[in-house]
Structure formats: structure tokens, C-alpha cells
């Protein structure tokens, strides 16, 4: 497992410490359509990034190659619920959390809120804070785990748990700006500035934007525009800031759990183009079809893959032979980690995932990147120029809701609402409307949870069930890690392009 230093794992800091510096120094290069050169002032200075290595991998990730898979479950539905209907879908290539997001990694986030916005601003530290509480029972006594789970140093590696969907949402952005400033500052555009505050903190969007300045340092980008200040921000065109942390979708997360991967005989290699052929399903993440246990015969014979509850009043076994070795959740890099390196994707705490629940069948759903969820927006401008509204109090981007007429002007989305929470859920129709506390406990916060945590039988580890809570709903059971989405080539070697190419062609590979 790769140890981290205020949340940037050591190998990943040197990959990111390995990026080309923040802009395209040289002018070489011209356009195949116009002939004109790039990065040139006297031909208008129209940008392009020399010599880009491609994305590189962000603290804390693991690189997920996507494919086809079945997902929904494949198990017998013990709860009847036909929720998670088995269909062909395809998942685009991401990069994934090793672990879950730990307790030390969530107080680094909750240290930062107070430092930056505490003084002005303490509700911002206030609506972060997990809840803490989530561990009481009426007739169990955890009140050592209420005062201590989070704060205590014996728990730093275990797993953040009473965060909510909206503060795992907030905790990926804010992890997304500190990596992105983090980079900026180790390729010389700006300076250590550890004494921002409120509107003039960094964020990713206002500083790509023209709206952050922050402490300018000696490697800025170079500005061709003849017109320029010599000097400019860097942008997403220059190929150094790294795409959005976020929460995995309800696919992303059963795709990553399966690991199937592990089930190709024939990978692809540096000297093999690889099967497209997975020898067997996985119920549980680790690969082994039926069991739970290690089954090898050796000093580890008969442990647990994962951190579950095996029956009622069984936590982890009996003295002498615990058979999990946790009666709460355990240290995030603990148990075996499955194909693609993941660890815990069953067991020790069930996960968010980004995805509106609603139960469906197959023709419901999309079968590429699917995902219910949808919500547009835009960001808010003036009216006299276009331009975008200056940042707020905390320095963030105002943004809004498009609307129906934005929508059905560019008349290229399925349906005239910008919220596509409940898109295809029949609650067009009276008779089957989605009505809360009505007629179900099911609305447009209702977001899907996956995996097993320590607190469930072995059913609920395999990757195909899943269950929900409401958004600002947290528990004793759920935590979260976060995901990035791959751009460019989809097997994750950056020397590659996405695409075959054939030597015998007259087109070259370009």
C-alpha cells in the first residue's frame, strides 16, 4: 500500500513532480490544416502544448481499465427487490482510490476549512465535520467511539465514516483544487501561499479563469499573444492540471470491485495485444468464486478476505482465533486487495457512489457510462459582457441551473429540465409517481451505496447488490473514496493512442 504525506501518496508526488513544466516553452510545431505555426507571436500566438506525456496519475489513484462487463446481480436477490437487473454495459477507463478516504486524510480537509474560512466563515468548518454521533446505540455503549473514532491517532488509517453524499462531494473538490495548486507550485507558477484566506483561495475554476492570482511565481506560462502581458495562468490546454476528484458512479464502482481483469489469462503486454476473454465471474471482489476465506495451505490458511459481520452478535470470531481481526472498521490498506489493486471494495464500510437510486431494468439504462444523476449547470455571467460573475465569498464560481429554453435552444438532450434525477422513473404517471413519504422512502436524494461494511452479513459484498440512503444521511457503515476520469488513451500508457494502427498502412501513426 502506498503510504501518504499530507494526503499525496510519495510515489504519486514523484509522478506529479515529473510533469512538464506549465506551458509549451518552445515554438515549434504548425497546424496540418493551415500551415500556420503554434506558439508563435507573430503569427497571433495561438497555443499548443510541445512535447505533452499524457495524464499522470493523481495521489492517491490506482488506474482502472474499462471494458465490457455485466453489471447488476448475478447472486440470488435475497430481498426481492429486482432492483439491480443484470445488463452489458461499457465503463470508460478511470483512475481510481486505492483505500477509502481515512479519518487523518478528512481532518487534513477539516484543519484546511478552519485555517482558510474558520475565522469568517466557521459554519463552512461546521457543515464539513462528519457526524460523530452516527455510532450511538440506544442500547450499546460506543460512546468511546463517538469521542474518539475520528479524532484519535490510533484511528488514523481507518476509514472517514458519518460523511454524507454532499460532504464527500465537497471533500473531492476541495481535494481537486489543493492537487492542482499542489502541481502549480512544484512547476514554479506559483508560490507557497499558506495564509489564503476566504475569497482568495485557490480553487482550480477561478484560477483557470482569470479570477485567482494568488503569488505569481518565476515559471508562469509564457503568454504569445502579441497583445499579452508576456506571462498567463496556465489552462487544461497546457496539459498539466489534472482533472476533477469526484465520487464513482453506481458502474464505475461495481466495474472496479469485480476486478475482472484478474480473470483475463492473456493480458495485454508490452509484447502481446491480449484476450478479450474473462475465464470466470467474480461474486466477491477477491476472485475466489465461492469462499470468503484465504484457502491456501499455509500460515494464512482459513483468514478472511474481508472485514464482515459472519452472524448475529459474530464481529470477528472468538478470542484466539479472530476470524477478521476488526469489530469496526480496520485500517484502509488492510485484507487483500483485488485485480486492479483495490482494497476493502467489500467489506469494512459500504461506499458512496454519485448515482440517484432508482430500481430499473435493463432498458433503462444507458450502456455506455451509465449513470443516473444529471444535473446541468452553467456558470453565472454578466449581462453586459458575458463575462463571468467575479468569484463569491469563498472564492468559488457562482453557478446556476441552465434553463429550459438554454436546453431546448441547443436541443440536444433527451428531455426539457436540467434535473435528470428522475428522467425515465414513471413519475410522469400518477399511478407510479415516486411520491416520499408517501409511497416510498425513495426521492431524488436517495444516492446509491455499495459494498459490504463491517456491520453486514457476506450477501451484501458482492459488488452487484447495492442499497441506498438518503443524501444527508450519514452512518457508522458508509465512507467513500474518490475516483478521476482518464483522458486520452484508454489502456493508460501514455506512449499510446487510443486506436489500432497497422504498419503496412501509408498513414503513419501520428
Known amino acids: 500500500m502506498k503510504r501518504t504525506l499530507l494526503g499525496l501518496s510519495l510515489i504519486s508526488v514523484g509522478a506529479v513532480a515529473g510533469l512538464a513544466s506549465c506551458a509549451p516553452q518552445k515554438t515549434s510545431g504548425r497546424s496540418d490544416k493551415t500551415g500556420w505555426e503554434y506558439n508563435s507571436p507573430q503569427l497571433g500566438g495561438f497555443t499548443v502544448a510541445n512535447n505533452f506525456q499524457g495524464q499522470q496519475t493523481g495521489p492517491g489513484l490506482t488506474f482502472v481499465e474499462g471494458g465490457r462487463f455485466t453489471m447488476g446481480q448475478l447472486t440470488e436477490d435475497l430481498t426481492m427487490e429486482r432492483n439491480s437487473v443484470p445488463r452489458t454495459v461499457t465503463i470508460s477507463s478511470f483512475y481510481m482510490d486505492e483505500t477509502e478516504v481515512a479519518n487523518v486524510d478528512y481532518r487534513e480537509y477539516i484543519y484546511w476549512l478552519r485555517r482558510a474560512y474558520g475565522s469568517d466563515y466557521p459554519n463552512v468548518v461546521k457543515d464539513a465535520m462528519p457526524d460523530q454521533t452516527v455510532w450511538r446505540k440506544g442500547m450499546a455503549y460506543n460512546e468511546p467511539l463517538v469521542q474518539y473514532y475520528f479524532n484519535h491517532a490510533s484511528y488514523d488509517k481507518y476509514p472517514v465514516v458519518g460523511v454524507n453524499w454532499y460532504q464527500a462531494n465537497e471533500y473531492a473538490k476541495w481535494r481537486s483544487d489543493r492537487v492542482n495548486e499542489y502541481i502549480l507550485q512544484r512547476n514554479g507558477a506559483l508560490r507557497k501561499n499558506p495564509n489564503q484566506v476566504n475569497e482568495d483561495v485557490f480553487t482550480t475554476e477561478s484560477y483557470v479563469n482569470g479570477q485567482y492570482e494568488g503569488l505569481a511565481g518565476k515559471n508562469r506560462p509564457r503568454d504569445f499573444d502579441p497583445s499579452g502581458s508576456g506571462r498567463r495562468n496556465a489552462t487544461y490546454a497546457d496539459g498539466v492540471l489534472l482533472p476533477n476528484y469526484r465520487l ?119 450502456d455506455f457510462r451509465p449513470f443516473r444523476g444529471n444535473v446541468y449547470e452553467t456558470y453565472r455571467r454578466v449581462a453586459e459582457d458575458n463575462s463571468i460573475e467575479e468569484k463569491d465569498s469563498l472564492g468559488n464560481l457562482p453557478r446556476r441551473l441552465l434553463t429550459t429554453e438554454e436546453i431546448t435552444g441547443k436541443n440536444r438532450y433527451e428531455t426539457r429540465t436540467p434535473d435528470m434525477r428522475d428522467f425515465k422513473d414513471g413519475d410522469s404517471a400518477s399511478q407510479f409517481a415516486y411520491q416520499f413519504g408517501t409511497n416510498t422512502l425513495i426521492s431524488n436524494d436517495a444516492k446509491v451505496i455499495k459494498g459490504g461494511s463491517w456491520n453486514d452479513r457476506a450477501y451484501w459484498m458482492s459488488p452487484g447488490t447495492g442499497r441506498f440512503m438518503q443524501a444527508g444521511d450519514a452512518s457508522s457503515t458508509v465512507g467513500f473514496r474518490c475516483v478521476m476520469d482518464r483522458l486520452g488513451s484508454p489502456n493508460g500508457i501514455n506512449s499510446d493512442k487510443a486506436g489500432n494502427y497497422f504498419s503496412n498502412e501509408k498513414r503513419s501513426r501520428r
Open 248 to 366: 464513482p458512479t453506481e458502474a464505475e464502482w461495481e466495474y472496479a470491485a469485480l476486478g475482472l481483469i484478474a480473470n483475463n489469462p492473456e493480458p495485454a503486454g508490452k509484447r502481446r495485444r491480449g484476450e478479450e476473454v474473462i475465464t470466470d465471474r467474480n461474486i466477491y471482489p477477491w476472485g475466489d468464486a465461492n469462499s470468503t476465506r484465504y484457502g491456501l495451505r499455509n500460515a494464512q490458511q482459513g483468514e478472511f478476505y474481508g472485514n464482515f459481520k459472519r452472524g448475529a452478535g459474530d464481529q470477528m470470531g472468538i478470542a484466539g482465533g479472530l476470524n477478521d481481526n476488526a469489530d469496526i472498521p480496520a485500517p484502509v490498506g488492510s485484507f487483500k486487495p483485488n485485480g486492479f489493486g483495490l482494497y476493502n471494495m467489500a467489506g469494512n464500510v459500504s461506499e458512496w457512489t454519485l448515482d440517484t437510486y432508482r430500481p430499473m431494468s435493463p432498458e433503462d439504462v444507458a
